[in-house]
């Protein structure tokens, strides 16, 4: 089994920068394809970013694209956020998750960390 922790959450004016993070415990980390989902009160959760096994490829949805990138470290069992130009509609909970096939049904679930831009 594997277990997600989020981190790097907290409070930033509009136009900042901040960096998530997610620590993955338990075996075979680099088979899974990882991903972040954010939601907001009141909308749905989505799918901001996902990243392949190696790292080699990247999806991200189109409102993040440019400002957000996802990276991953298998050595360390890590994934990462790199949030730029953080506008006030990103304020979210935002999660990783963590799949084999889907992004419908992901195998885990990180509790969430809470993102906060300020005008």
């Known amino acids: 089994q594997v277990q997600l922790v989020e981190s790097g959450g907290g409070l930033v004016q509009a136009g900042g920068s901040l960096r998530l993070s997610c620590a993955a415990s338990g075996r075979a980390f680099s088979s899974y394809i990882m991903g972040w989902f954010r939601q907001a009160p009141g909308k749905e959760r989505e799918l901001l970013a996902g990243i392949g096994w190696s790292g080699g490829t990247a999806y991200y949805k189109d409102s993040v694209k440019g400002r957000f990138t996802i990276s991953r470290d298998n050595a360390k069992n890590t994934v990462y956020l790199q949030m730029n130009s953080l506008k006030p509609e990103d304020t979210a909970v935002y999660y990783c998750?963590?799949?084999?096939?889907?992004?419908?049904?992901?195998?885990?679930w990180g509790q969430g960390t809470q993102v906060t831009v300020s005008s």
């Open positions: 998750a963590a799949t084999r096939a889907t992004w419908s049904n992901p195998a885990y």
